[in-house]
């Protein structure tokens, strides 16, 4: 799956707010994400089967360890303007509260934790400019979830943002397990998410 972008370029004269509009009247094929990556406005085509499926199974799993205040979103905006960004992740762990405002995103510091899945078209969207716009953010954990890691699929998940950087907490292949730390305290065995 490749992603369209569209040229508007924060620097070429467009300020957030202008990437922002943009970005809410582009008009793409219903189940595509539009998304605001280092100020270039991308369309991606809808997540395949494999995709959705361990975004299905990850979702499971959370649930059994959420508190009753925080929810599971697969199509939230999270924004982060300081990088140009508004992202959609495959999964976001939101408290509720954060969700009463109206509109199409969040800042993204108020997401607990943020998953992204990638696909072949634009993983390097989420190795790079994701993984470093959630730091700036300050997301406590972002789960980077990557089938298409060298041939070798990765779970790979990233905390404690400071200034701007994440720490590296683990990295596993697909098969083994990884741990969500508190205030998840969540054992994920990617042994169970399909692969190509």
């Not at 990437?19 to 406005?41: Q, S």
């Not at 999270?78 to 999964?91: T, W």
């Not at 405002?101 to 390097?124: F, K, M, Q, W, Y």
Request: glycine share 8%; net charge negative; charged share 20%.
């Amino acid at each position: 799956m490749s992603a369209l972008t569209v040229d508007h370029q924060s620097g070429n004269g467009y300020e957030w707010d202008d990437l922002v509009r943009f970005w809410k009247e582009t008009d793409a094929p219903e189940g595509c994400r539009v998304e605001i990556i280092e100020g270039i406005i991308t369309v991606s085509p809808p997540p395949g089967n494999l995709h959705n499926t361990t975004a299905a199974k990850l979702q499971r799993m959370l649930y059994q360890v959420l508190p009753e205040n925080w929810e599971i979103f697969q199509t939230q905006g999270l924004s982060v303007p300081e990088r140009s960004g508004l992202y959609i992740p495959d999964l976001a762990v939101i408290p509720l509260e954060s969700m009463k405002r109206p509109g199409h995103a969040v800042p993204a510091d108020e997401a607990e934790l943020v998953v992204e899945i990638t696909s072949s078209g634009n993983a390097n969207h989420d190795r790079v400019s994701k993984v470093h716009g959630y730091a700036r953010a300050g997301v406590p954990l972002y789960l980077l979830l990557d089938p298409w890691h060298s041939g070798e699929p990765t779970a790979t998940l990233y905390g404690r943002p400071e200034s701007g950087t994440y720490r590296l907490l683990a990295t596993v292949v697909y098969g083994e397990e990884i741990e969500l730390p508190e205030p998840f305290g969540l054992t994920i065995d990617t042994g169970v998410f399909p692969v190509d």
